[in-house]
């Protein structure tokens, strides 16, 4: 049986000198062992049984990923941070000590016009992970002191408010699964704007949804195809139901 240790104030980050922090998240729940985390401004790498981790740096939240979310090379490339290639080979080396630039850090610095545009989509995958995990749960985990993403901290947000905006998600996704309920559903263009309305103009986002609304795709299947999260997905379409746009097939 796990125990949790309780994170003091004050407490040392140095790996050597912090006692294990490990135990079940059916004890204490995601949210009050990323806030004791914060607060105790801890270096290292929250393991979850099943594949997830968020990284930290003083408290504060560099990446959260689980095995279903997007591969971070691909996340890097669809930000025009370089080559393929290049990107894989600065993931693998971890940030630099002293005063050379880590792969990431080098990256940046031939692309520094990138840098915004990274930092949103990293936020983004660190999101929707913390979405998917604020479902409670038995899983066990652990907490690995002084260790370090090879992104660095570079990207790190506050972790209380990227707390604050999963909870704000799930609320909204509560609303959303009303309209909804699975993603088997299927939907198509509606065959007329709503009365008064002579015109509307899509956004990019939209279009890549509307496109697809062919009375046979699923919403699972314009996630699939789309690569984005279902929540982003799902909160488009709610959208576009909410304006009368589009119906159920």
Known sequence: MTTVERLDDGLDNEADDTP???GSLDVTALPALLRSLADAERTGVLRIDGGSEIWLHQGRTCLAVTITSPDLAKVLFDGDLGAPDAIAAALRQPPAEGDGPGGIDRL?????????TVKLLIREVSLNTLFELLV???????FDAGAVHPLGDR???DTRTLLAAARQRVEIWRRIAARIPSTAAVFVLAPDLPEAQEERLVTADEWRFLARLDGRRTVADLIAETGQSAFRVCSSLYRLLLEELITEG
Do not use: K
Request: aromatic fraction near 10%; avoid cysteine.
């Open 20 to 22: 294990e922090v490990s």
């Open 108 to 116: 940046l610095g031939e692309r520094p016009e990138a840098e915004s």
């Open 136 to 142: 409670p749960s038995r899983a066990g985990y652990r």
């Open 155 to 157: 990207f790190a947000d």
